[in-house]
């Protein structure tokens, strides 16, 4: 967890007035490598960067559920549990961009909205994915008292600080030896040196 994913959390909290924000660490990737650090070490991290943001929540279902983590099975466990709350999904342009190769990705529209963020005062580049453009052209809103106060499901793209940090170059940072001072919340830099992870 680092501060390229958590800026653009707060601004969406922010600007839309969420409630709260949960992080759910995923236990299995279904689509790529099993991850370096384990999920019970991805958790620790997630909780130390969330320590003192009482808005902030961390939800550990997919790691308690076991298996691959598919989020549209995540998503189905959260609306059994809470009910009639209104859920969004926020997803980075490049994840948003991947959506149709998710399992059962249009039941996920269907159970919540997407907010997809992006730099502000960044026109939302075209979308190559026919399906997903058409998606786009039948749910989005541009206007956020709607997309907050709207029964249905929609998608917003919201404008945030975005920061060029990635999980990827922090392991490359810490594998050649050097500090993340600044990358990450101290507490996670103490962690990873602790546990002597990414060397």
Request: aromatic share 8%; proline share 5%.
């Amino acid at each position: 967890m680092h501060f390229g994913h958590l800026r653009p959390a707060l601004d969406v909290h922010s600007l839309l007035s969420l409630s709260e924000i949960r992080f759910i660490p995923c236990g299995q990737p279904p689509h790529r490598d099993t991850p370096v650090a384990s999920a019970e070490q991805r958790l620790t991290m997630l909780k130390l960067a969330l320590e003192g943001q009482s808005d902030f929540v961390v939800d550990d279902r997919e790691i308690q559920r076991g298996g691959a983590s598919y989020m549209v099975d995540t998503l189905n466990s959260m609306v059994n549990e809470f009910g009639d709350e209104k859920f969004c999904l926020i997803l980075g342009k490049d994840a948003f961009v991947n959506l149709p190769s998710w399992k059962d990705w249009t039941r996920i529209t269907e159970l919540v909205s997407m907010v997809i963020t992006q730099r502000p005062q960044i026109e939302t580049d075209s979308i190559s994915n026919p399906v997903l453009a058409q998606y786009i052209d039948e749910k989005r809103l541009n206007d956020k008292k709607e997309f907050i106060n709207s029964k249905e499901t929609h998608c917003f793209f919201c404008p945030v600080t975005q920061l060029d940090i990635s999980a990827t170059s922090i392991r490359e940072i810490v594998h050649a030896g050097h500090s993340i001072d600044f990358l990450v919340p101290e507490k996670v830099a103490d962690y990873i040196q602790i546990e002597n992870l990414y060397r």
